[in-house]
Structures are given as structure tokens and as C-alpha cells.
């Protein structure tokens, strides 16, 4: 299964874009990425999540490269709500739905 | 819609007793998983249940935990004879089925072992 890499924690200021990197070169053709985030002491919520083409929502946009082997999630206006644990997730081809491998994440912290 | 409820939101309990942690999926979902998130570690997947099957299991550990999702009501987690190492924040979440992909989880049961 493709793992996935992201700097341990990264600040942001209020009001500004945050640019999330996650690394997966080891990716497989029909591998989706996923992006979840955990707010301290509440469950994961779900971001966003793409194969090939950037995705966007109500939350965040999803840019993927060309060759898949790296994607960053963009907060356009981050806030002080969305300080929180974000995790980068390649689903294996061979996993079962809803079985994600959650690594460390990065940390983000938004600062006034 | 309410979303996923778990319950108890904390539970204690003594080494060698049993914890019930309960679970109830998003309405007209039919999909539930069980996730462990151990203190300073990452989540876990330790279930996939649909109503009345285990889909799988892979993430379980070998012995004292069980789960279920019967016809009616909500999903259990069973842990027998707890131990110390079983203290772990232990959420549940919920699908509509696998044609969506979304998880929507719920906010958790805190266990605690004396």
C-alpha cells in the first residue's frame, strides 16, 4: 500500500491560504487520495478526496500532480477553527472501504 | 441528521472488567468501522461491520475484543478483561455504503483502566 509523507506541523495566519504537502510516490493507478482532519479531542472529519483531477468543495480544494506522486490540500482563508491535525491517506487498492491508514499528519496551527 | 453517537463519552473501568462501547451509525447508513487511537499514536482501523457481518476484521486484535452490528440497534464494541494497554480514545464511524467514500465519524469513547 502506498504510505504517505507530510511535514510534522506547519503554521499559518489567520485569514491566509494554508498549503497543506503530502508526498506518495509509491501511489498505484486506482488509489485515491484522501484528506481527513482532527480537531483536538473530537473524531476525524472528512476534507476531500481525489484520483487524478484537483477537487474542490465547500472546505478546501485538492491539487494533484500530474504523475500522482504528490498533492496539497489548500485552505483558501484559513481560520482559527481550523487548527487541527490534517492526515494525507492513500487508501490501498486492496483494503476494504473505510479501512484508512492514518499516519502522524502534520499539525497546523492557525495564529492571529 | 443527527450524526454518529457514541456512548458513553468516557468510560472507567478496572483491570479485568469488560467495556461496552456503543455506536450509532448516521441514519441510512449501513457501514460502520471501529477505529483505536492510542494516547500520543495515530488512528488505528480495527472493524468494518455492515449490519450483521463482519466485512473485516484485519485490525483486531486476537483476543478479548469483539464487535457486532446486529439488525436492530446500534454497533458494540466488547472488550473482556480489560488491561491497562486498552486505555485509547476508540471511535466509530459510519458510510452510506462504498459508493461514497466519506467516513463520518463520531466523537469518540475515552477509556480509561485503573
Known amino acids: 500500500d502506498a504510505k504517505t509523507t507530510q511535514p510534522t506541523s506547519m503554521d499559518c495566519a489567520e485569514g491566509r491560504a494554508a498549503n497543506l504537502p503530502c508526498n506518495h510516490s509509491?501511489?498505484?493507478?486506482?488509489?485515491?487520495v484522501y484528506w481527513y482532519r482532527q480537531i483536538h479531542s473530537q473524531g476525524p472529519q472528512y476534507i476531500i478526496h481525489g484520483l487524478k483531477n484537483n477537487e474542490t468543495n465547500e472546505m478546501a480544494s485538492l491539487i494533484i500532480t500530474e504523475d500522482r506522486k504528490s498533492s496539497t490540500l489548500i485552505l483558501p482563508h484559513a481560520t482559527l477553527r481550523d487548527t487541527a491535525v490534517y492526515y494525507c491517506?492513500?487508501?490501498?487498492?486492496?483494503?476494504?472501504?473505510?479501512?484508512?491508514?492514518f499516519g502522524a499528519g502534520t499539525q497546523v496551527v492557525v495564529t492571529p | 441528521n443527527a450524526g454518529v453517537m457514541q456512548n458513553p463519552r468516557h468510560l472507567v473501568r478496572r483491570r479485568g472488567q469488560e467495556a461496552r462501547l456503543r455506536c450509532s451509525p448516521m441514519?441510512?447508513?449501513?457501514?460502520v468501522y471501529w477505529y483505536r487511537q492510542l494516547p500520543e499514536e495515530g488512528l488505528k482501523f480495527m472493524v468494518y461491520l455492515q449490519k450483521e457481518n463482519i466485512i473485516d476484521e484485519s485490525g483486531m486484535p486476537k483476543e478479548r475484543f469483539s464487535a457486532e452490528f446486529p439488525k436492530e440497534g446500534p454497533s458494540i464494541l466488547r472488550i473482556q478483561q480489560v488491561v491497562r494497554g486498552d486505555s485509547a480514545a476508540y471511535f466509530c464511524?459510519?458510510?452510506?455504503?462504498?459508493?461514497?467514500?466519506?467516513?463520518?465519524f463520531g466523537s469518540g469513547t475515552q477509556l480509561s483502566v485503573l
Open positions: 441514519k441510512g447508513h449501513s457501514h
Open positions: 509509491t501511489i498505484s493507478g486506482n488509489e485515491y
Open positions: 491517506i492513500v487508501r490501498g487498492s486492496t483494503d476494504s472501504w473505510g479501512k484508512l491508514q
Open positions: 464511524a459510519s458510510s452510506p455504503g462504498t459508493a461514497d467514500q466519506k467516513l463520518f
